[in-house]
Nanobody, 126 residues
Framework: QLQACGGGLVQAGGSLRLSCAAS????????MAWFRQAPGKEREFVAA????????YYALSVKGRFTCSRDNALNTVYLQMDSLRPDDTAVYYC?????????????????????WGPGTLVTVSS
């Protein structure tokens, strides 16, 4: 199971840190990602991190502003969001998928992920 938290209301230019805690003892065997869905829009990829934390991927819209990290000892993945903008407003979801040799090509696709958390709402006011 995945449980994200840390969402809330923040002014443009502010920061938030999302956390996603995973249950189970094989967290380090999963690649993790963050997606988001704004009202009336499709779910979109935000960031991903491989099982070891060594490699991260970002959507162009958040690159340089968001940082994805993980702590395998705590079974938790994080999304540090800085310089937030009103168009970052969305429900943010964390997702997990077992290790895969094709992850480098498929990390941004929602269908890659087998497990999803319920989401946490981030609202950025202008």
């Amino acid at each position: 199971q995945l449980q994200a938290c840390g969402g809330g209301l923040v002014q443009a230019g502010g920061s938030l840190r999302l956390s996603c805690a995973a249950s189970g003892r094989t967290f380090s065997s999963y690649n993790m990602a963050w997606f988001r869905q704004a009202p009336g829009k499709e779910r979109e990829f935000v960031a991903a991190i491989v099982w070891s934390g060594v490699i991260t991927y970002y959507a162009l819209s958040v690159k340089g502003r968001f940082t994805c990290s993980r702590d395998n000892a705590l079974n938790t993945v994080y999304l540090q969001m800085d310089s937030l903008r009103p168009d970052d407003t969305a429900v943010y979801y964390c997702a997990a998928t077992p290790l895969s040799a094709t992850y480098g090509d498929t990390h941004s696709r929602a269908y890659t992920y087998d497990y999803w958390g319920p989401g946490t709402l981030v609202t950025v006011s202008s």
